[in-house]
C-alpha cells in the first residue's frame, strides 16, 4: 500500500495489503462483537463482516491472540469455538455499552475510532463572500510545471 500525505505531497511505502485488510476486518468484527450480547460463532462472524474469508480468519486469530476478544468453546460440531470481545472491569453495569480492550491501545466504548482532545472551530460563513464575475485582468495560475508536463514539454 502508498501513503499518500496532502501536505508534503508525497509517497510513502505503507505496509501490505493483506495486513491492511487484516486490519480493517478486525476493526469490523471488533465493532460487530461490541453490538453482540452474546458470544459469536466464525460462521455468524463472517456473515456479518465484509472480506475475504482468509482475511476474517487471520483477523479473528490476531484478536484471540492480543487478548481483545476471548474465545470459549471446544471448537468441535455441537460446541463450536465462541467469541466476544474481553469486557473491562469497569463496564460490567447492563446498562453501560460493552467497551473492549486493545493492548496497543487504549479503551474504547463501543468504537474503534480515536478520538480527539482538539476543540472543532466554527466554521467560516461563506455565504457572503462574493467572487467577482469578471475582472480586467485574467487571473494568473501558479506555475507548477504541471501544464508543461502535461504538454509534454518537460
Avoid: W
Amino acid at each position: 500500500m502508498l501513503n499518500f500525505d496532502g501536505v508534503d505531497r508525497s509517497l510513502s511505502l505503507g505496509v501490505e495489503r493483506s495486513e491492511a485488510e487484516a486490519e480493517r476486518i478486525g476493526e469490523a468484527i471488533t465493532t460487530y462483537l461490541a453490538g453482540c450480547d452474546e458470544p459469536q460463532t466464525r460462521v455468524q462472524i463472517e456473515s456479518r463482516v465484509e472480506g475475504k474469508t482468509k482475511h476474517k480468519r487471520a483477523a479473528l486469530v490476531a484478536l484471540c491472540a492480543t487478548g481483545a476478544v476471548s474465545e470459549s468453546g471446544a471448537g468441535a460440531k455441537g460446541s463450536p469455538f465462541r467469541y466476544e470481545l474481553r469486557l473491562c472491569a469497569n463496564s460490567q453495569a447492563e446498562n453501560e455499552p460493552k467497551s473492549f480492550v486493545n493492548s496497543c491501545s487504549l479503551v474504547y466504548v463501543g468504537t474503534r475510532e480515536q478520538q480527539s482532545e482538539k476543540v472543532v472551530e466554527p466554521s467560516i460563513n461563506t455565504t457572503a463572500i462574493l467572487v467577482p464575475g469578471d475582472s480586467a485582468e485574467p487571473q494568473k495560475k501558479a506555475d507548477s510545471g504541471e501544464q508543461a508536463f502535461l504538454e509534454g514539454k518537460l
